[in-house]
């Protein structure tokens, strides 16, 4: 099992910034790529940016150059830095673990989720 524990939320004016993090517990050792969702309600969850074992990113379109995701493997934790935010940014972000172990077992795990908020 792995823990996801979220912080950083909160609430900006647009154009400022935020830092997210999520730290991981638990059996650690097969987490693989992880990666930042956010949801607004009535929608579906929508992928913001993943980083993988060896912290290659890739971000959505709308956060490209605004966004930056990294990871740090010894603390297991991963971070979002969030730069000149705008309000079509407000959403809860969901920290994602994509986990895969020596025996083949494959499963996702999701942080509980923290508001951001930007406000115009």
């Known amino acids: 099992q792995v823990q996801l524990v979220e912080s950083g939320g909160g609430v900006v004016q647009a154009g400022g910034s935020l830092r997210l993090s999520c730290a991981a517990s638990?059996?650690?050792?097969?987490?693989?790529?992880m990666a930042w969702y956010r949801q607004t309600p009535g929608k579906q969850r929508e992928l913001v940016a993943t980083?993988?074992?060896?912290?290659?990113?890739n971000y959505t379109d709308s956060v490209k150059g605004r966004f930056t995701i990294s990871r740090d493997n010894a603390k297991n934790t991963v971070y979002l830095q969030m730069n000149s935010l705008k309000p079509g940014d407000t959403a809860v972000y969901y920290c994602?673990?994509?986990?895969?172990?020596?025996?083949?077992?494959?499963?996702?795990?999701w942080g509980q989720g923290t508001q951001i908020t930007a406000s115009s």
């Open positions: 994602n673990a994509y986990y895969r172990d020596s025996g083949g077992v494959e499963r996702d795990y």
């Open positions: 638990g059996t650690t050792a097969g987490i693989k790529t």
């Open positions: 980083i993988t074992i060896d912290s290659s990113p």
